[in-house]
């Protein structure tokens, strides 16, 4: 096998590895069983627009013969969208870092705060040796790790659909939920938008930087679409292997999973060793699984924010990984709090909305045009309209429902008062 093939093969399970994270494996299962077939159908048309976007920006890098920073700062001058996604970045892997090594430890720290700092730590201290120590084989390691993954999230489904009797008690409810059509809403399209983002990976550079890292040779729409089509296969078969993971237990259980949003998903896995107290191996499988759909996704993401740092402070690697995720533990000492982590989720949540438009500015950029001379096609601006009328009017949606939320829980605490009887009337 040529250099080019091998790398095109490991580009390929690295974007695989990048896109199937804990929303993939714990969060997507989710939005399915609430919306059943029209949600899923509504996100893989999304899903389908950002892979194109995420395909023309890596292509767009590559034409461009610069590297992906300094075509902020030196063609587009605009450094200050490069540092918002930067920030966005920091924010992400403050909390993520947490949750992801929470899925193995858990049972053991719990999920309050005190637990979900000493996983942070853990966690971040694993990114920094990786990021520091690996150095040139750091992509080699996520594509290897992103090749377990796959591997361990196909094994998982076939021993749970093999293990778990087909009678078990409300496996009928969780596969009708999956199954049942619902009207189409503003919800469902905001909740299914924002999944495709994170299932293409848009609002975080990395395919900016994955095109800084590719010449001409390299078939860009074969390694993004193949990535993120093994993301979509590797979430169809997590909500499979949910399904089945949560039939032995109650339909309170599968009720404050599906409607839990991202803390419940966690809380979920703390409950695992008891709802699976008689399938030990299957419980450590879906453990594995979650773990390395977290991993292979914050190391992507921390390469990205390490590089931006990295050029913009004119530092060596050891220094800009260590100023990364120091911020990162800075804000996610007062993050650990789980109120603080759904609310810097939140934050995260709206803010790719926008700097996924950011990533898209080369693609349509007159600087780009004037100096480079790469005009955008007619289907890459339509892609850029698309993007730029659902997510701009969804970012202020969310940015609206979340200030009405806050504003609504201030005044229930203010006419209820702040005694425990007062508040559990609430």
């Not at 580009?11 to 590895?17: H, R, S």
């Not at 749970?160 to 969780?174: C, E, H, R, T, Y």
Request: with cysteine; net charge positive; charged share 15%.
């Amino acid at each position: 096998m040529d250099e080019i093939r091998k790398w095109t093969l490991y580009l390929m399970f690295m974007v695989a590895g990048f896109t199937t994270g804990i929303g993939t494996i714990g969060l997507f299962p989710q939005f399915w069983m609430e919306y059943g077939l029209t949600g899923l159908a509504v996100y893989l048309f999304f899903l389908a627009i950002f892979t194109y976007v995420a395909i023309v920006e890596a292509e767009k890098v590559i034409k461009s013969g610069y590297y992906f920073v300094e075509l902020y700062n030196k063609i587009l001058k605009k450094p200050a969208m490069i540092l918002a996604i930067l920030a966005t970045i920091i924010v992400f892997l403050s909390y993520y870092t947490a949750n992801t090594m929470l899925v193995l430890l858990s049972p053991v720290v719990g999920t309050g705060t005190v637990g979900r700092l000493i996983a942070k730590v853990i966690m971040i201290a694993i990114v920094f040796i990786v990021l520091t120590r690996a150095k040139e084989k750091t992509f080699a390691i996520m594509s290897a790790g992103s090749m377990i993954l796959v591997i361990s999230v196909i094994v998982t489904t076939i021993a749970f659909v093999s293990k778990i009797p087909p009678i078990a008690a409300f496996l009928g409810m969780a596969k009708h939920m999956i199954m049942s059509r619902n009207p189409i809403t503003i919800r469902m399209i905001m909740a299914a938008i924002e999944k495709a983002l994170y299932g293409a990976g848009l609002g975080f550079a990395f395919y900016l930087m994955l095109g800084s890292f590719m010449n001409e040779r390299f078939n860009a729409r074969l390694i993004i679409s193949v990535g993120v089509i093994i993301q979509a296969v590797l979430g169809i078969l997590a909500t499979i292997t949910i399904v089945y993971a949560i039939a032995p237990s109650t339909p309170a259980d599968l009720l404050k999973y599906v409607y839990g949003g991202e803390e419940g998903a966690i809380r979920l896995m703390g409950q695992l060793p008891t709802i699976l107290a008689d399938y030990k191996l299957l419980l450590i499988l879906i453990a594995i699984s979650i773990f390395l759909a977290g991993v292979t996704s914050i190391l992507p993401t921390a390469e990205v924010g390490l590089q931006i740092l990295e050029f913009n402070m004119k530092v060596g690697r050891n220094r800009a990984a260590a100023y990364l995720l120091g911020l990162a533990l800075l804000i996610g000492i007062p993050d650990s709090v789980p109120e603080l982590a759904q609310a810097l989720l939140l934050a995260v949540s709206i803010s790719i909305f926008f700097t996924s438009l950011f990533e898209y500015y080369p693609v349509i950029s007159k600087e780009m045009e004037r100096i480079k001379g790469l005009k955008p096609t007619t289907t890459q601006l339509v892609a850029g309209a698309i993007l730029f009328g659902v997510l701009i009017p969804m970012g202020l949606y969310a940015l609206y429902e979340t200030a009405k939320k806050r504003r609504s829980r201030h005044y229930r605490g203010s006419a209820c008062g702040h005694n425990s009887s007062s508040w559990h009337l609430c």
